[in-house]
C-alpha cells in the first residue's frame, strides 16, 4: 500500500504550482484536471500535467491525475491525453463525482485499451474514486468492488455537502443548528466500511479555510481517529499537519511493536494465546490491532526507541 498521509491538490493550469509541488513533503500529489481548472483552460492543463509528469522529479511521490467527472464533455480525451502522454509516469487516475459502478468500469476498460496500444502493463494504472453526492454514497459498496484497479475512496465534501442540502458553507465544520453529535460521522463511516470490505485506503477531502491550521488539524484528527489512511492538502502548511495527524504517535508506535513481540514470543515459545504485557492482557485480536499501527508507523518512517 502506498501511503497517503497529505494528498496535495495542485491545479493543472498552473505551471509554477506544478513545479514547486516537486519539493513538498506530501506523500501524494494529485494534478487537477477538474474543479481548480477553468473550462477555457482545461486543454492547455492537460499538456502542462503531461509536461509536468514526464520531466519533473516526482521521487517518492504517489503520481496521480484527477480528471472530469463523466456528466463533461472532457473526461475521455483527459484520460486518453495524460495516459497516452506520461502513462509510464503515473500512478493512478483519480475520478470525481463518482456516482455508480458502471463508471469506474468505464474507466477501467478505457485504461486497459490505452495500456494494450502503448505498450504498458495492462492493470498497471490504479484508480482512486472521490464519493461527493448522495447517490454516490448509496452506491459506495458496489463502487468500491467495481474494479481491481482501485486503490482508494475518497470522501469530496464540498460536493458531498451541496448534493445534500447540508446548511453551511464552511466545508468540514459542524453545520450551525447542529449541536449534538458529529454531522459527518455517518459519510466518513459508510465510507471507511466500503474502503476496508474491499482493502482500499479511505482519505478525507479537502479543509478549505487554509489559514486556519488548528481548524485543519481538528478536522483531520476526527477522521484518522476512526480510521482513515490520509487527507487533502490544498497548501504546503498543511502538508506537516496531515504527515503527523495520519502517523501514529511514537508511543502508540513503540506500544504495537512491543505487544507483537510479546505476542509472538507467547504463541512460538510458551505457546499461549493470551499472555500479559506489563498490566495488559493481549491476544490475537490484539495482535491484529498492533499490526495497523505498526504497518503505519513503518510507513511513515518511525524506529523503535523502546525493545
Ligand atoms: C472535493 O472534490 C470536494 O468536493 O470536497
Ligand atoms: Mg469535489
Redesign the pocket.
Known sequence: MRSRRSCLAVPGSNPRFLDKAQGLPADEVFLDL??SVAPQAKEQARKNIVAALRTGDWTGKTRVVRVNDLSTSWTYRDVIEIVEGAGDALDCVML?KVEDAVQVSWLDTLLTQIEKSVGLPVGGIGVEA?I?SARGLVNVDAIAAASPRLETL???????MASINMRTLV?GQQPPGYTEGDAYHYVLMRILMAARTYDLQAID??YLQIKDLDGFAKVARRSAALGFDGK?VLHPTQIEAANEVYSPTQEDYDHAELILDAYERSTTVDRRGAVMLGDEMIDEASRKMALVVAAKGRAAGLARTKG
Open positions: 477538474e474543479d470525481p472521490q461527493e475518497v470522501f469530496g465534501p464540498a460536493d458531498f466545508v477531502g479537502p487533502w
